[in-house]
């Protein structure tokens, strides 16, 4: 009959030897030594590590394999765009992200956004095109403001047009555009558990050529306050011929950034029904009637900034409040 494993006094020593020097360490070092790898969870919104950013970007320079090499520009050439270092990137891709006073976000976005499109190997640049003064937000006029200056940059195949707070989950939701059509890219919004909050939804971040953009002469630029204008573009797509692709959900994952800053002056402003109503205003109320003033443009390492005055929204009639 053999002894159970508790009873033998071999097991029973070993048993005490370890908590011996279980509490030597305890006793020497406090529990915090012990348990330091449970206690340092990693800070969610630490920017102090940007050296993972930056080892990245510094592939933006081919491996030094000449002795006698020629000094670098004055000014760097590649600021604010990026392209593979070890092959010819298939698509030029040209991200717009609109926002006003959304700086935090902005840093949250670029943190995880240049990482995932070099592993894209995109050839890229990454405008931020900042609303000033206190007028309601105008996300619409100021993607037609981005795409006007990023196209004076380069012959970008392909617009993507990016809110501030959303940040993409999965590698292989390519930031390149359909052929055909418009492309509906954040089709899987954490916050709106992984689906369309309504079926014309062109919101979050979309993807269209030039051409594209052009044929349904840009966005609107008289939605003042949040999302009013998805179903005045998605009706533009429609009455210039094309329809709307949406990248499959497994794919368009995002995940919703709420950091307890809003850009201001949200209210929701009432206006005729778009879908009425766009068929009439499209040709005139777009890219060929954009009208704003340039603060400044300036070109980072990381980004363009430019800063656009888009005027104020109209005070409507008070009947119309
Ligand atoms: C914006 O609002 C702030 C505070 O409400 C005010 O001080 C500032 O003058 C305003 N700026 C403009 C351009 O109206
Ligand atoms: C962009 O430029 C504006 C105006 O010069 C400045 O206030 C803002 O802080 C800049 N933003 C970034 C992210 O560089
Ligand atoms: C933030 C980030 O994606 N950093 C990556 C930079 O590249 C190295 C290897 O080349 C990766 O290990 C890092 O994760």
Same mark, same amino acid.
């Given at each position: 009959m053999s002894l159970s494993r508790v009873e033998n006094p071999c097991f029973l020593l070993f048993l005490a030897v370890f908590q011996a020097i279980f509490i030597l360490i305890l006793y020497r070092g406090g529990a !915090?030594?012990?348990? =330091?790898?449970?206690? +340092?969870? &990693?800070? %969610?919104?630490? @920017?102090?590590?940007?050296?993972?950013v930056y080892t990245n970007l510094s592939l933006?320079?081919?491996? &030094?394999?000449?002795?006698?090499?020629?000094?670098?520009?004055?000014?760097?050439?590649?600021?604010g765009h990026y392209s593979p270092p070890h092959c010819l990137a298939r698509y030029k891709s040209a991200i717009i992200v609109p926002h006003k006073n959304q700086e935090k976000h902005l840093l949250h976005l670029l943190y995880y956004l240049h990482p995932f499109l070099q592993r894209q190997q995109?050839?890229?640049?990454?405008?931020?095109?900042?609303?000033?003064?206190?007028s309601t937000f105008n996300r619409a006029k100021l993607l037609n403001v981005g795409v006007r200056e990023a196209m004076k940059d380069e012959d970008w195949d392909c617009l993507l047009l990016h809110d501030v707070d959303l940040i993409p989950e999965n590698d292989y939701n390519l930031y390149v555009c359909d052929d @055909?059509?418009?492309?509906?890219?954040? !089709?899987?919004?954490?916050?709106?558990?992984?689906?369309? %909050? @309504? #079926? !014309?939804?062109?919101?979050?971040? !979309?993807?269209?050529? %030039?051409e594209h953009y052009m044929k349904i002469n840009g966005f609107p630029n008289t939605y003042w306050g949040s999302h009013g204008e998805d179903e005045d573009i998605a009706a533009r797509i429609q009455l210039a011929g094309m329809k709307i692709v949406r990248t499959p959900v497994h794919l368009g994952r995002y995940k919703m950034v709420d950091l307890?800053?809003?850009?201001?002056?949200?209210?929701? /402003?009432? =206006? %005729?029904?778009?879908?009425?109503?766009?068929?009439?205003? #499209?040709?005139?109320?777009?890219?060929?009637?954009?009208?704003?003033? /340039?603060?400044?443009?300036?070109?980072?390492?990381?980004?363009?900034?430019?800063?656009?005055?888009?005027?104020?929204? &109209?005070? /409507?009639? &008070?009947? +119309?409040?």
């Open positions: !915090s030594t012990v348990f =330091r790898g449970f206690l +340092d969870a &990693p800070q %969610p919104w630490d @920017y102090s590590k940007t050296q993972d933006f320079t081919r491996a &030094p394999d000449e002795e006698n090499m020629p000094y670098c520009t004055a000014q760097s050439p590649i600021f995109l050839h890229y640049g990454i405008y931020l095109i900042h609303q000033a003064g206190n @055909y059509y418009p492309k509906h890219i954040a !089709s899987a919004i954490d916050k709106f558990q992984y689906s369309l %909050p @309504y #079926w !014309s939804f062109f919101g979050g971040v !979309s993807a269209l050529t %030039p307890k800053q809003h850009s201001g002056g949200e209210e929701h /402003l009432r =206006r %005729p029904a778009p879908l009425l109503n766009t068929r009439k205003t #499209w040709k005139d109320d777009g890219m060929n009637s954009v009208e704003f003033k /340039l603060l400044s443009r300036k070109k980072h390492l990381l980004y363009t900034n430019i800063t656009v005055d888009i005027g104020n929204a &109209p005070t /409507l009639p &008070p009947e +119309d409040k």
